[in-house]
């Protein structure tokens, strides 16, 4: 079956690292992304990974992977006040629509 | 446009009435998606169009829902005799059909509320 599990909400301090986790089913998954949603808006691409790969680094985001366990990742190194927001991670299911699978979403408050 | 343009941005509505939501895609978009995000909830697929291709409506939750999209142009998401259950924000989201799942660029969606 097809689903994406993630934990509602995650708080960190100013400067710290954030790592937020998610879990799927889809064995079959071609990409994984992450998307950041904030209040009032739609949801913004940050980053994505192939299936084939087991970590991807941008700036002072970090994705992992591990398709054994269908466990993904995004580590935020030196989290802001401006990344509070909530991130969903997706999969993209193999047919010829493309649709993506979300998650229900972290909630991540990062405080000052 | 620039970007993905919904509207309108909130819709309060009665319950038994009819409401439609409009999508302006990115030119050039050929793929146009609508979504659907409960609250505390993750993204529901709804309804996707391609090109001139018949659309997949395997996500439409009943058939109060209906969509429309001419060409590549803008699609109409329309609910027929509103329920409590249907309040939710609805996005819609395009890409260009080469880019696959890659090229996703949401709107800022559209907040319904069935009182």
């Known amino acids: 079956g097809e689903d994406v599990e993630q934990s509602l909400f995650l708080s960190v301090r100013e400067g710290d690292s954030s790592v937020i986790n998610c879990t799927y089913t889809?064995?079959?998954?071609?990409?994984l992304y992450w998307y950041k949603q904030e209040p009032g808006a739609g949801l913004q691409l940050l980053t994505y990974?192939?299936?084939?790969?087991d970590m991807k680094q941008d700036q002072r985001l970090t994705v992992l992977l591990n398709k054994k366990d269908k466990h993904l990742s995004l580590r935020i190194a030196d989290t802001q006040t401006g990344d509070s927001a909530i991130y969903f991670c997706?999969?993209?299911?193999?047919?010829?629509?493309?649709?993506?699978?979300f998650g229900t979403g972290t909630r991540l408050k990062v405080l000052a | 446009g620039a970007g993905v343009s919904q509207s309108p941005s909130n819709k309060v509505t009665e319950k038994g009435k009819d409401v439609e939501l409009r999508c302006d895609p990115i030119?050039?978009?050929?793929?146009l998606y609508w979504y659907r995000q409960r609250l505390g909830q993750g993204l529901e697929f709804l309804i996707y169009?391609?090109?001139?291709?018949?659309?997949?409506k395997s996500g439409l939750p009943s058939d109060r829902f209906s969509a429309e999209r001419t060409g590549e142009s803008v699609s109409t998401l329309t609910i027929q005799r509103t329920q409590q259950e249907d309040s939710a924000v609805y996005l819609c989201?395009?890409?260009?059909?080469?880019?696959?799942?890659?090229?996703?660029?949401f709107g800022s969606g559209t907040r319904l509320t069935v009182v």
């Open positions: 030119s050039g978009h050929t793929a």
């Open positions: 990974i192939f299936s084939n790969m």
């Open positions: 169009f391609q090109g001139n291709s018949a659309p997949d």
């Open positions: 889809d064995s079959s998954s071609t990409y």
């Open positions: 997706a999969e993209s299911i193999p047919s010829g629509t493309y649709k993506y699978i």
């Open positions: 989201a395009s890409s260009q059909r080469d880019r696959g799942g890659l090229g996703y660029t």
